[in-house]
């Protein structure tokens, strides 16, 4: 029983406008047609037109009036039509009910309940005096959908302009941060030229550092924003600066080896892969002791290209994995050239690290 009457309370409380405008009409109407009449009904005559009324008004605005809202060209006579059906069907339906209820359930009414002209003329008036305020109340009603519809698509219209302009500011910011990230190594290999003069007849090993690390520079700069694939000749060259970089460093105390085929100057492979290789070498390996050699082998057949690395593994360094470097090169051969290249590494029994990179040339 109270769940009950909570979906009753729910239902007027969401419809509560609806409740409230037929309370003040219905008010209105008894007050006014009691006046003029001087006398006033019962409430079980009053409940049973207004029922009936009621039940006519929402037939018509949510059944008669969507029907007639169609594309075709049978609309201009459509509606007048339904109107007339709903009348025809809907006085005499009425007086009949009226009937039945005062001979079999004692309604009490003040006029003879009859099919005649003053009956059919009073309730073509009513029925007309509703479907009238029924077709206004579809109307409104339609038009306050299709306002709100017009706001949300107006919303989402400006939403997409805010979204657009973020965007468009968003490019902007990223184009003066990639011009600011031209300038910027501009400025610094002005600068390292100018150490370079300065140092060449000084310090010549120190300039030579200096040389290779600006080329470095330069080449990791341009090859990783310009270019998707490179020369091999070029990655050589400068694992070839990285590897004097770090001679320099240990004052000649290096012990590596890189040996590579003459015939690559065609062949090309996507940038930075093998000076990563190499890197992970400097970065990992014990490359100081004579009787342990570090190696990098370059070879193509012409079909496919096979890069291997061995290295001593330094026992003594804090940071032990070589996963984080090499599993980037694999993340990105695998992108790029997908199952026609393969990255396998292995530490064996002599405590060496050895990598073996084979690409399959197209």
Not at 27 to 36: A, C, D, Q, R
């Amino acid at each position: 029983m109270k769940k009950h009457l909570q979906d009753i309370l729910f239902i007027i409380k969401k419809n509560q406008i609806h409740f409230v405008a037929w309370s003040l009409f219905i008010f209105y109407e008894v007050v006014v047609t009691g006046i003029l009449r001087g006398y006033f009904a019962t409430f079980s005559n009053y409940a049973v037109f207004y029922i009936l009324n009621i039940c006519l008004f929402y037939f018509h605005a949510h059944v008669v009036m969507p029907a007639t809202k169609t594309e075709s060209s049978k609309t201009s006579w459509l509606l007048p039509v339904l109107v007339l059906i709903e009348i025809v069907i809907y006085v005499p339906l009425t007086i009949y009910i009226v009937a039945f209820l005062h001979k079999f359930a004692g309604l009490t009414v003040y006029t003879p309940v009859e099919l005649n002209s003053t009956s059919i003329a009073n309730g073509v008036w009513r029925t007309s005096y509703f479907l009238l305020f029924s077709s206004g109340y579809y109307y409104l009603t339609n038009y306050l959908k299709e306002r709100k519809t017009a706001q949300q698509v107006e919303k989402e219209r400006l939403l997409m302009i805010i979204e657009h302009q973020n965007v468009q500011a968003e490019l902007v910011k990223s184009q003066h941060a990639h011009l600011k990230a031209q300038i910027n190594p501009h400025f610094l290999f002005n600068t390292l030229s100018f150490i370079y003069s300065n140092t060449r007849k000084v310090v010549p090993e120190a300039a030579d550092a200096i040389m290779s690390l600006s080329e470095m520079m330069r080449y990791a700069i341009q090859e990783d924003a310009d270019r998707n694939f490179t020369p091999l000749t070029n990655e050589i060259e400068q694992v070839e600066n990285l590897i004097r970089l770090h001679k320099i460093k240990s004052e000649n105390g290096l012990n590596i080896f890189l040996d590579y085929d003459d015939n690559l100057k065609d062949v090309e492979i996507i940038p930075l892969i093998l000076i990563t290789l190499v890197e992970n070498m400097f970065k990992h390996g014990d490359l100081l002791q004579y009787e342990h050699p570090a190696r990098v082998s370059i070879s193509c057949d012409g079909r496919t290209i096979v890069v291997q690395t061995s290295n001593l593994i330094n026992t003594k360094t804090t940071s032990t994995s070589h996963h984080i470097g090499l599993e980037n090169i694999r993340k990105r051969l695998r992108m790029v050239y997908e199952s026609m290249a393969s990255l396998e590494t292995e530490k064996d029994i002599n405590n060496y690290f050895n990598v073996m990179l084979r690409i399959e040339l197209n």
